[in-house]
């Protein structure tokens, strides 16, 4: 592109040149003759007046040929200019599309299209050059998709691993604990054995802090993509989600206060039960309390577009301490975990987790303190 600009100027300067050269050559030329010393004064006064005729023809033809060289340098000119814009449209335009574009695509900008021309020498190319960005989009977003499921995978089993592991650490503190209460009334021998009894369940309980922490690393650095984990909402029965609650009984006493009305829900059965999981988990590590849950419909809503929608509210609730209010608003974001959570084990992602699922799931979640820690969730209805 450069020599290609440095041509065009100097081109320009030689053509603009050229009509100042020819005008000081034009007002250069004058024909001078001297009258022969042997005329008379009457063939002088002739001599004159022919001579002045000649001289006044050659002005005229000088002037004609002036113009005419004008005319013919101004179309030679508009030829150059045309040239070089036919150069430009065919052979330079074609490089500078291909160089841009080649730049968007080292930049991973892949959703740019390749302009085609069938007109110009690089059409063949193009097409090629474009297929090739067709191709990397693909493969980068299959790469991405992935990805995505690797971080799904991890982040589910990460959770699934969360529950029997906090099963296997809270079975070795009771253990321990009879343990400790055997040693009290016991002879050597059995004092022997249950200290090697104590020494072993300290070793499955140190492995498994271990492990939790392993799983707390994977599960933490997976969250920071959780936008990126699929969410796919379908139509399911509402009886499903009563099941998920009949089914965690290693969450102590989880009491129905009535049944959940029978009808038609959007949701992600895999997210709703994590979703579940974490609210119920919640209450039984931090109040140790009953937990009760009730459901009920909502009224007849408008969403943003106008249309008419309702809820089913899902209501769950324990006798506990509460949420200090300090934590309160802060208990449902990311990584946060409470002034009540420092003696226990954690990520501080329980309640981050089901305000984001439940919203990508097109419903909601509210929380607040009355008598105990309270949460409702919103499920939208079909």
């Not at 090739?132 to 589910?156: Q, T």
Request: hydrophobic fraction near 40%; glycine fraction near 6%; charge should be negative.
């Amino acid at each position: 592109m450069k020599k290609f600009k440095t041509v065009v100027i100097v081109y320009t300067i030689v053509m603009l040149l050229i009509p100042a050269i020819a005008y000081c050559v034009y007002r250069g030329i004058d024909i001078k003759v001297g009258a022969p010393s042997s005329y008379t004064d009457e063939e002088l006064v002739i001599y004159k007046n022919i001579w002045n005729g000649m001289n006044e023809n050659i002005e005229e033809v000088k002037k004609e040929m002036f113009i005419t060289f004008l005319i013919f340098w101004v179309i030679l000119f508009i030829l150059g200019y045309v040239l070089f814009l036919y150069i430009y449209i065919k052979e330079i335009k074609p490089i500078l599309e291909l160089s841009s574009f080649a730049t968007e695509i080292s930049k991973g900008n892949l959703d740019v299209p390749l302009p085609m021309n069938k007109n110009n020498g690089f059409v063949d190319f193009t097409e090629g050059f474009d297929i090739m960005r067709e191709e990397l989009k693909a493969s980068k977003e299959r790469e991405i998709e992935a990805e995505n499921l690797k971080r799904e995978m991890v982040a589910e089993l990460s959770h699934d691993l969360k529950t029997p592991i906090a099963t296997i650490q809270a079975t070795c503190e009771v253990l321990s604990l009879q343990a400790e209460r055997k040693k009290e009334n016991c002879t050597h021998d059995k004092l022997k054995e249950l200290e090697d009894l104590e020494e072993k369940i300290g070793f499955i309980t140190k492995k498994a802090d271990m492990i939790n922490e392993l799983i707390k690393n994977v599960f933490r650095a997976t969250l920071d993509d959780m936008d990126e984990i699929k969410v796919s909402v379908e139509e399911h029965g509402s009886t499903i989600i009563e099941d998920y609650f009949k089914g965690l009984k290693e969450y102590g006493n989880i009491i129905l206060d009535n049944h959940i009305p029978e009808c038609l829900i959007y949701m992600d059965r895999l997210r709703m039960e994590q979703v579940v999981d974490n609210i119920v988990g919640n209450s039984y590590k931090y109040a140790g309390t009953d937990i009760h849950v009730s459901f009920s419909e909502t009224e007849e809503m408008t969403d943003e577009q106008g249309n008419k929608i309702k809820f089913l509210r899902i209501t769950v609730k324990d006798s506990g301490p509460g949420v200090p209010e300090s934590d309160l608003p802060l208990i449902s974001e990311k990584y946060y975990r409470g002034n009540n959570a420092k003696e226990r084990t954690g990520y501080g992602l329980g309640l981050y987790l089901v305000k984001n699922y439940m919203e990508r799931q097109g419903g909601g979640m509210e929380y607040y303190n009355d008598n105990g820690f309270t949460v409702e969730l919103l499920v939208k209805k079909v």
